[in-house]
């Protein structure tokens, strides 16, 4: 490539990384215009420039959806206890609902074994050595 268009291309492009976004369309049509003045066989050797450009972007576009994918996994974690399904957002330990909540531990296992945390709301899980669970809510002391 004519070393006069490389300077062009990477000017161009250390101008749009730098840029303020009200600055981005005149730097478009800037070198919009610059390219179609160009003549066939110039435009024949920045060719493999803006294959290089599309191939970064389709390779980015890649790895941004593969990290929203991820996310979604991330996002989306659930426990099967006794063929039930239950979203772990809304359960913590007793030792971190007790921290969330400024309580005692001993005070929400009180609570536990006085019913006034409905059973329901309880979740012990005998492959995870008996944890407890408790649904992270707030629960009325009569």
Same mark, same amino acid.
């Given at each position: 490539?004519?070393?006069t268009l490389k300077e062009k291309l990477?000017?161009?492009?250390?101008?749009?990384?730098?840029?303020?976004?009200?600055?981005?369309?005149?730097?478009?049509?800037?070198?919009?215009?610059?390219?179609?003045?160009?003549?066939?066989?110039?435009r024949g050797q920045v060719e493999p420039?803006?294959?290089?450009? !599309?191939?970064? $972007?389709?390779?980015?576009?890649?790895?941004? %959806?593969?990290?929203? @994918? *991820? #996310?979604?996994?991330?996002?989306?974690?659930?426990?099967?206890?006794?063929?039930?399904?239950?979203?772990?957002?809304?359960?913590?330990?007793?030792?971190?609902?007790?921290?969330?909540?400024?309580?005692?531990?001993?005070?929400?296992?009180?609570?536990?074994?006085?019913?006034?945390?409905?059973?329901? !709301?309880?979740? $012990?899980?005998?492959?995870?050595?008996?944890? %407890?669970?408790?649904? @992270? *809510? #707030?629960?009325?002391?009569?």
């Amino acid at each position: 490539m004519d070393e006069t268009l490389k300077e062009k291309l990477d000017h161009y492009i250390s101008a749009m990384k730098n840029a303020e976004k009200p600055e981005v369309a005149k730097l478009r049509s800037e070198f919009s215009n610059w390219y179609y003045g160009l003549s066939e066989q110039e435009r024949g050797q920045v060719e493999p420039f803006w294959k290089g450009i !599309k191939e970064a $972007a389709r390779q980015s576009i890649k790895e941004i %959806k593969d990290l929203i @994918n *991820e #996310i979604k996994r991330l996002d989306d974690v659930k426990i099967v206890v006794a063929g039930d399904e239950y979203d772990l957002h809304d359960w913590v330990t007793i030792s971190n609902y007790s921290r969330l909540h400024n309580l005692k531990v001993s005070r929400v296992q009180n609570w536990i074994s006085r019913g006034v945390v409905p059973r329901d !709301k309880v979740l $012990a899980i005998p492959q995870l050595n008996n944890v %407890k669970l408790i649904k @992270n *809510e #707030i629960y009325l002391v009569s």
